[in-house]
Every structure is written in structure tokens, then in C-alpha cells.
């Protein structure tokens, strides 16, 4: 589960998800200005799907 926010400010080493039994996390990162738009938008809900493997997340510039 991942418990940063889009434009939250995360410092290295600040603990900003963890992995739970029977799935995987991944943490992308990029520079300030690289990404045109995200696909899954905020609010997030435990009622969303999840993500499917090699599925869009993001446009980049």
C-alpha cells in the first residue's frame, strides 16, 4: 500500500508504503516536470481496481 499523495513532499528514507502478502509495490520517481499526467487520479479508494502488469500509469514528456 502506497500512502503518499500526489504533491506530497517525501524526504529519503521516509517511509511511504509497505508490501502486503500476496502483492507488490513498485516506486517510479522522477524529476519535477517529467510527467504530463497520471492515469489514476486522486481520491484513491480501497474500492479501486488495481492495476493490471504493463497497464498505462502516466505520460511523460
Known amino acids: ?6 504533491g506530497q513532499r517525501v524526504w529519503k528514507g521516509d517511509e511511504v508504503g509497505y508490501f502486503q502478502y500476496g502483492g507488490s ?3 517510479l520517481i522522477f524529476r ?3 510527467i ?4 489514476v487520479q486522486p481520491p ?3 474500492d479501486d481496481p488495481p ?3 504493463n ?4 505520460t511523460a514528456r
Open 55 to 58: 497497464a498505462h500509469l502516466a
Open 25 to 27: 509495490s513498485m516506486c
Open 36 to 39: 504530463d499526467s497520471f492515469v
Open 32 to 34: 519535477p516536470g517529467v
Open 1 to 6: 500500500m502506497i500512502e503518499a499523495l500526489p
Open 51 to 53: 492495476v493490471k502488469v
Open 44 to 46: 484513491f479508494s480501497q
